[in-house]
């Protein structure tokens, strides 16, 4: 049987980000999932890769709930999130990505007469697509990246004077950017086969009062565009693992047990002979 070539899924929230991703895939057709969910899949020039890509809309539970249908739909090799984010730093400017080293879940905690009582969770981003970005973004003089941790929550920051602000400064001060669902897709992939996760995004604002003339002046194309080069960028240099397969059935005839061979999940067209011992 043929071997399905290898797919990576990237995922977007916006129709922005969407656009930015899909010029770079070409021979795209659609796909429609039994439940309505779309991608487009496509080839990805000069590297292994067929692009599934998918538009999931905003918010974290929602990209955990879509991206885990996806995985056990697609069974994609890697999983990037794509798209753009506000600055939580100084030296992270409109127009720079960061590439999330992990990324938290910033309403994890429990509320007490006390005060807001933060239980941080996090997610690490895949090493292997890590270093791949890193090596990436040596070759695109055109990026400014930052490897750093990057804030989910389910919230559009416009006042880096407001509480939801000043709380992230207490708590994530190393985080670098904020978005609303980059956790919720890391999860899925760890859920289902701990795949390989990362999330990319383009910096369109600073979090603050300025975000709405940031985003009129055009930010956020230029934030989608430049996420979108480094996440082609980074699948150029990673590659599939060889002897993985994306099946839905799995490895077929792999040796397991010593002389015993593994033929679960195989389809089979004529009879199979073998010997029966002991064990």
């Not at 490897?147 to 006042?159: C, K, N, R, S």
């Amino acid at each position: 049987m043929p071997e399905t070539p290898p797919t990576v899924l990237v995922l977007t929230a916006l129709p922005l980000e969407y656009a930015a991703v899909r010029v770079h895939v070409e021979e795209r057709e659609e796909r429609v999932h039994r439940d309505g969910t779309r991608v487009e899949v496509g080839r990805l020039p000069d590297t292994p890769w067929h692009v599934a890509l998918a538009e999931l809309g905003m918010g974290a539970e929602r990209a955990a709930a879509l991206t885990s249908q996806l995985i056990n739909w697609l069974r994609p090799r890697a999983v990037l999130f794509v798209g753009v984010a506000g600055s939580l730093k100084d030296d992270v400017g409109i127009g720079d990505v960061v590439v999330g080293t992990q990324v938290y879940e910033i309403h994890s905690g429990k509320q007490t007469p006390e005060g807001f009582l933060v239980r941080p969770g996090s997610l690490p981003g895949s090493h292997a697509l890590e270093q791949a970005a890193r090596s990436a973004v040596r070759d695109l003089p055109g990026v400014r990246a930052h490897f750093v941790p990057i804030a989910t929550g389910d919230v559009v920051l416009a006042d880096a004077e407001s509480e939801i602000a000043r709380f992230l400064r207490r708590n994530y001060n190393d985080a670098g950017a904020i978005e609303m669902e980059g956790s919720g897709a890391l999860r899925a992939a760890h859920l289902n086969g701990q795949v390989n996760a990362l999330v990319i995004r383009g910096i369109s604002d600073r979090a603050d009062a300025g975000k709405h003339r940031a985003d009129a002046s055009g930010s956020q194309q230029l934030a989608a565009e430049q996420a979108a080069a480094v996440t082609v960028a980074v699948l150029h240099k990673h590659r599939p693992r060889e002897g993985s397969s994306d099946s839905e059935e799995g490895p077929q005839g792999a040796a397991y047990g010593g002389d015993h061979v593994d033929f679960r999940g195989g389809t089979f067209h004529g009879p199979v002979t073998g010997k029966r011992s002991g064990g």
